[in-house]
């Protein structure tokens, strides 16, 4: 079955530090690739995504992924956090052109000023 | 636009009794889902809808069903509550042929004593 692993549980940083949350994936076919942000009593809103193209895909707030296919890899990055950063994130993955994601055990961030 | 609502927003029940969460969207989007939330665990579907009249399992759909009577509404219901069913509930729609990017509602908190 395929799956999709976060091996970072709980990242602390302190402010302006660089971040990078792993997630690996299973599927061997092609996929589309996703990172959601969970802030703290909020509903999970999408911060970037991979369909094709660039491997290196932006999105808000200064995130950043990069799809490595022959790693099965779609890491986060931000260069510099801030303190609201402090979310829950979580990567997802769905086979191309199937309409189920394949979520994360998602990753806990805690940036302290 | 609203986006995704979901009602209530929280709820407290005892084991046994029954409820029926809704989950509504004013995107006029084809595919609606339902995810549990459990620490740990990330997001898991429970059920999911392609379209109106039309619903399928996904990996958790034991002691939950679902309807999709109207294209902009889909109801999880819990007919007989467990404690184990203690999570919370997001719904999220998606349109079909676009990007795949699924819109979350804010969840409801249920908790079964």
């Known amino acids: 079955a395929q799956s999709v692993s976060q091996h970072n549980h709980h990242v602390i940083l302190s402010e302006a530090a660089s971040l990078e949350l792993g997630c690996n994936y299973s599927y061997g076919g092609t996929v589309n690739l996703f990172w959601y942000v969970q802030y703290p009593g909020q509903h999970l809103q999408l911060l970037l995504k991979y369909f094709s193209g660039d491997p290196l895909v932006k999105g808000i707030k200064g995130f950043e992924a990069e799809f490595i296919k022959s790693k099965f890899s779609f890491n986060l990055r931000k260069p510099s956090v801030q303190w609201s950063d402090t979310a829950e994130y979580f990567c997802?993955?769905?086979?191309?052109?199937?309409?189920?994601?394949?979520f994360g055990t998602g990753t806990r961030l805690q940036v302290f000023p | 636009n609203a986006g995704v609502t979901q009602t209530p927003k929280f709820r407290v029940l005892k084991t046994g009794q029954s409820m029926t969460l809704l989950c509504a969207q004013d995107?006029?989007?084809?595919?609606m889902y339902w995810y549990r939330q459990d620490p740990g665990m990330g997001l898991r579907l429970i059920h999911y809808s392609v379209g109106e009249g039309t619903t399928a399992k996904g990996e958790v759909p034991d002691g939950y069903n679902v309807s999709r009577l109207k294209k902009q509404n889909f109801l999880l219901g819990l007919e007989s509550a467990a404690p184990s069913q203690t999570s919370v509930y997001f719904c999220?729609?998606?349109?079909?042929?676009?990007?795949?990017?699924?819109?979350f509602g804010p969840g409801t908190r249920l908790t079964v004593t």
């Open positions: 995107m006029n989007h084809e595919y």
């Open positions: 997802a993955v769905s086979r191309y052109n199937t309409d189920k994601l394949i």
């Open positions: 999220a729609s998606t349109k079909w042929g676009e990007s795949y990017e699924q819109y």
